[in-house]
């Protein structure tokens, strides 16, 4: 299965898919929200990782 997210493409393989729903119903989610939280949780970490490499960069040029 493949997933489109933000303009990428993410293969799911059936054991990643298999494993992906088993936790969604151990949390009593829909396989819909895990996902979500998924992506939610992938762009939290972009976003915050861009962000510190922006601090860097300033503090950088103010220390040059």
Excluded at 26 to 47: G, H, N, S, V, W
Aim: aromatic fraction near 8%; hydrophobic fraction near 40%; charge should be negative.
């Amino acid at each position: 299965m493949d997933i489109n997210f933000e303009g990428e493409t993410y293969h799911i393989g059936q054991h990643m898919w298999d494993a992906m729903c088993a936790q969604a119903a151990e949390r009593e989610m829909t396989i819909d929200e895990y996902i979500a939280e998924a992506f939610t949780l992938l762009r939290e970490k972009k976003l915050t990782k861009q962000s510190n490499l922006e601090q860097d960069i300033i503090v950088h040029s103010q220390t040059d």
